[in-house]
């Protein structure tokens, strides 16, 4: 498939602009018109777009849909599919709605190709920045199945999961970033610009300075005078980390020693099997086979381990192997869902036992965080006061030696 550009107006009047994937120009040209389009330009895009002509979210009003969107609009989905509303009508309705413009942009044009004869789940296809390719796999088992109103209820309680999942995982970290760089902050400028003018009044004092206050001197002096260079350097540094992370091997070394850090590594463990087993089991009830369900998992997972680990699982279950057997060999899976997924296997009740673990590894993640955000803040606060008090003690010692002295 290739990206077009096109230049349009409606039978209006009123001027269009944007992209559409198509397998070649001509095909291109026709999915324009079946949406009533009269072309007035159309060439293929760009490889990559120039940095001075990407769009901003943050200054464009928040073009980009979030996964809160996505859930929202397959409950209304549901809705409307229960009232028996057909599905034209119910993409405008919710497309007027919508506060977002690419996704009402998305889904006027996701109307338009159904009315040219398109399938739901190949026009939600043309739009990949807004629906996952488990997504539309899950809506394509709907139609496939006549349960489109079922399939959307899933696809809305999963999703719904997921986003409850990702923000008690995020909504743990903020607190102790956002102390930690408090402090960093602070730090910060206590060294560059409280202690030099405090080391000035030592020297010229002639009073003798205790060796850890020369080493808080030393440090601060350092600071000021490479500080800017330290800081080049992070960035440096933070930028080749996240391209190398974009990497395929990079993102599977970093994923890999993430998993392997003491604390982070279980919680990081069960929030990957938690969102595995949901993937796999909603995929499985919405009809969607074995086999696709692992591949589509994989691609949705998140996580580069758990990526291959699914791959070769799959490609272990395509050779003849049960899936129990094939999650078996890979140590990042853990033992209690390879026997709950045997036991599945056997009790013909796969779906289930992936329901019940998922339900039961989302409750441990989000007791793990709580446990944890009640433990990091008062370590937080102890050591962020030690670190304090350290250069207080460190700065105000020798001027009390000077006082007394006097």
Request: hydrophobic share 45%; net charge neutral.
């Given at each position: ?17 944007g ?15 079946r949406?009533?389009l ?25 073009g ?7 859930v ?28 977002r ?18 399938s ?9 920045d807004v629906?996952?390719?488990f997504?539309?796999?899950?809506v ?6 006549g ?7 899933y ?11 990702i ?7 903020i ?8 402090f960093?902050i602070?730090?910060?400028l ?19 300075i205790p ?11 350092f ?22 992370s974009?990497t395929?091997k ?40 074995i086999l ?6 994989g ?14 699982a ?27 997924i045997?036991?599945?296997e056997e ?7 992936l329901?019940?673990m ?28 030690l670190?304090v ?11 009390y030696?000077l006082?007394?002295?006097?």
């Open positions: 498939m290739s990206l077009f550009n096109y230049q349009a107006r409606t039978p209006a009047g009123e001027a269009k602009s992209t559409i994937e198509a397998p070649n120009l001509e095909l291109a040209v026709t999915a324009l018109q949406r009533s009269i072309i007035l330009s159309l060439s293929p895009a760009q490889d990559e777009e120039p940095w001075y002509q990407a769009d901003i979210s943050f200054f464009s009003g928040g980009r849909v979030k996964l809160k969107d996505i929202i609009l397959s409950r209304q989905m549901a809705t409307l599919f229960e009232a028996r509303v057909p599905v034209i009508d119910s993409l405008k309705v919710l497309a007027a709605e919508t506060a413009p690419k996704l009402k942009e998305a889904l006027a044009a996701i109307s338009q190709d159904i009315q040219g004869g398109l739901i789940a190949q026009s939600l296809s043309r739009h990949p629906f996952s390719t997504y539309v796999n899950m394509r088992s709907g139609e496939e199945s349960k489109l109103e079922e399939i959307f209820s696809l809305a309680d999963y999703l719904e999961r997921n986003y409850e999942l923000s008690k995982a995020r909504g743990a970290l607190y102790p970033a956002f102390v930690f760089s408090v960093i602070v730090m910060s206590m060294f560059v610009l409280v202690i030099p003018q405090i080391t000035q009044i030592l020297i010229e004092s002639g009073v003798e060796l850890y206050t020369r080493i808080i001197m030393n440090m601060s002096n600071m000021r005078s490479f500080g800017i260079f330290i800081l080049m350097l992070f960035a440096v540094a933070g930028v080749g980390l996240w391209r190398y974009k395929e990079g993102g599977f070394i970093i994923a890999s020693f993430f998993l392997d850090l003491p604390l982070v590594g279980p919680i990081l463990q069960k929030f990957y099997v938690a969102r595995f087993t949901d993937n796999f089991e909603t995929l499985i009830a919405g009809g969607v086979t696709r369900s692992l591949e589509l998992t691609e949705v997972v998140g996580n580069p381990v758990y990526k291959k680990m699914i791959e070769e799959g490609d272990a279950v395509k050779g003849g192997a049960q899936i129990s057997e094939a999650f078996a060999r890979h140590k990042d899976m853990p033992a209690l869902v390879i026997q709950m045997k036991i599945g009790t013909g009740k796969l779906g289930f036992m329901k019940t998922a339900r039961f590894y989302r409750k441990e993640v989000e007791n793990t965080v709580d446990s944890m955000v009640g433990l990091i803040e008062p370590i937080m606060i102890i050591l962020l006061g670190g008090g350290i250069l207080v003690v460190s700065v105000l010692m020798p001027i030696n006082s007394s002295a006097i």
